[in-house]
C-alpha cells in the first residue's frame, strides 16, 4: 500500500509541475469527446483518425508507416509525426515466418464506424497456412490505437510452426528508452561508433565512441518476464527533442502462449519496441507448431499503442522522460482495469460475461523448503489474489 501510495502521489505532483498535456489515464486515454472517429478508404492504404491520433495502413501488408499526433502543447496546437516514411523516418510492421499467414495481401473490410469507435479488420487466408486477420481500433477522443491479430489454423492446412510480432522503428527523433526502472536511460541512437567482437554473439557490439563508449551493446540486456510490464518505449527529450513519448501497453498477459512468467525482447537500441507474440527467444512459444489439419485459433490482445506529451518548455531530459513514463505506467494501469475490454466484439475474444473465476486453496508441502510461499503464484494468465 506504500508503495502504491508514493506512486500516487508522485504522478498528482508530475501533472501539478507541468501542466494540462498529461491527461487523465482512463482505457483509452482521452476523455472520450471530441471529433468523430473516421476511416478514409485512400486506395492503396486507410486512414483511421480522431483528431488526436491519425494513422495511415498499408493495406497489402498491414503495416503503418504513418503515426501523427496532434495534441496541446503549452497552449498551441502541434502536429508530431511519430512515424514517417518508413524504417528511418519511423514504421510499423509485422513479422513471421515466411510464406505463411502474412504471406497477404490483405483484404480490408470495415468492422464498425459509429464515430465514438472505429474498427477495420485486414485479412489474409492462405490456401494452405491458415487465416491470419489484423484488427486496427480506435477511440473518441483517444491519443493512441488498438492492434489485434487473430491467427486461425484449419482442417485443410499443413503443419506450421507461428512466429509472430509486430515491430515498430521509433524514428529518429526518439531518443530515451523506457523498459523498466533499471532500463530507463538516454540511448545513444546517432552519431556514435561501434565495433564488432567477433568471439561472441553477433548481436554483441562494443561502443567506441559516443555516450557509452567503452560498453558494450546488445538487444537482449533490455528483455524482461512479459506479465511485470504494463508499459515500455520511448520518449523525445531534451534539447532539440519533442518532448512526445510512444508507447506499448499491454492490459493483460494472459494471450501469451510461453505464459506470463516467460521473457523476451521488450525495446533495445534502434528505437525499436517490440511485442514478441511467439518466437524462439528464451524458449517462448515453444506451443507454437500445428500439425497439419489441428483446428486452433488464437486471438492476441487487444494491446494499446499509446501517444502522450509533456510541455515543450520543459529541456531538462530525465525530468521530461520520467514524467512522460510515469503517464504510461499509469495508462497501462488504467487499461488492466478495463480488461476484458468490452468495446472488442469479436467470436474468437471472449467478453467478460463469458469468463468466471476459481476459487480454492494452494497448499506448498515443501520438507526441503518449509518457508515456501504461493505469493507468485498465476493462473490462466492473471496472478493469484490472497484471500
Not at 473490410?109 to 474498427?119: F, K, L, Q, R
Not at 477511440?139 to 506450421?160: E, M, V
Request: aromatic residues 12%.
Amino acid at each position: 500500500m506504500r508503495r502504491t501510495n508514493l506512486l500516487l502521489s508522485f504522478l498528482a505532483i508530475v501533472f501539478f509541475a507541468i501542466g494540462n498535456e498529461l491527461i487523465a489515464n482512463i482505457p483509452g486515454g482521452g476523455t472520450g469527446t471530441g471529433a468523430n472517429v473516421t476511416i478514409t478508404d485512400n486506395g492503396s492504404t486507410v486512414t483511421l483518425a480522431n483528431g488526436i491520433v491519425s494513422i495511415i495502413i498499408t493495406k497489402s501488408s498491414g503495416s503503418i508507416n504513418s503515426i501523427n499526433y496532434t495534441y496541446n502543447n503549452s497552449g498551441s496546437t502541434t502536429n508530431n509525426p511519430l512515424l514517417a516514411g518508413g524504417t528511418n523516418g519511423g514504421q510499423l510492421y509485422w513479422l513471421e515466418n515466411s510464406g505463411s499467414f502474412l504471406a497477404g495481401p490483405f483484404t480490408e473490410t470495415v468492422v464498425a464506424n459509429t464515430g465514438d469507435y472505429a474498427e477495420i479488420n485486414l485479412s489474409y487466408a492462405s490456401p494452405s497456412s491458415g487465416v491470419m486477420e489484423i484488427h486496427y481500433s480506435m477511440l473518441r477522443g483517444s491519443p493512441g490505437f488498438y492492434a489485434t491479430p487473430i491467427l486461425t489454423h484449419r482442417a485443410q492446412d499443413a503443419n506450421i510452426y507461428i512466429t509472430l510480432r509486430p515491430n515498430i522503428y521509433a524514428g529518429s527523433q526518439f531518443n530515451w528508452m523506457s523498459v523498466d526502472a533499471d532500463r530507463n536511460k538516454l540511448m545513444q541512437v546517432g552519431g556514435g561508433t561501434t565495433a564488432g567482437c567477433p568471439t561472441s554473439p553477433v548481436e554483441n557490439y562494443l561502443w567506441t565512441s559516443g555516450i557509452y563508449q567503452g560498453r558494450y551493446e546488445d538487444k537482449y540486456k533490455y528483455s524482461a518476464n512479459l506479465a511485470s510490464l504494463s508499459a515500455c518505449g520511448w520518449s523525445s527529450v531534451g534539447v532539440g527533442g519533442k518532448n512526445v513519448g510512444l508507447w506499448n501497453i499491454t492490459a493483460s498477459p494472459e494471450y501469451n502462449p510461453g505464459g506470463p512468467m516467460e521473457r523476451s525482447l521488450m525495446c533495445h537500441i534502434g528505437t525499436t519496441i517490440l511485442n514478441v507474440f511467439t518466437g524462439g527467444y528464451f524458449g517462448l512459444g515453444t506451443d507454437g507448431t500445428l500439425l497439419s489439419g489441428e483446428l486452433w485459433g488464437k486471438t492476441y490482445g487487444p494491446y494499446f499503442y499509446y501517444c502522450n506529451n509533456v510541455s515543450s518548455s520543459i529541456t531538462d531530459s530525465v525530468q521530461a522522460s520520467q514524467a512522460l513514463y510515469a503517464d504510461a505506467l499509469a495508462q497501462g494501469a488504467a487499461e488492466k482495469s478495463a480488461w476484458p475490454y468490452a468495446w472488442f466484439a469479436n467470436a474468437n475474444y471472449t467478453p467478460a460475461a463469458g469468463r468466471g473465476s476459481v476459487t480454492g486453496k494452494m497448499v506448498i508441502a515443501d520438507s526441503g523448503n518449509p518457508n515456501a510461499s504461493a505469493s507468485d503464484l498465476w493462473g490462466g494468465g492473471h496472478p493469484a489474489t490472497d484471500k
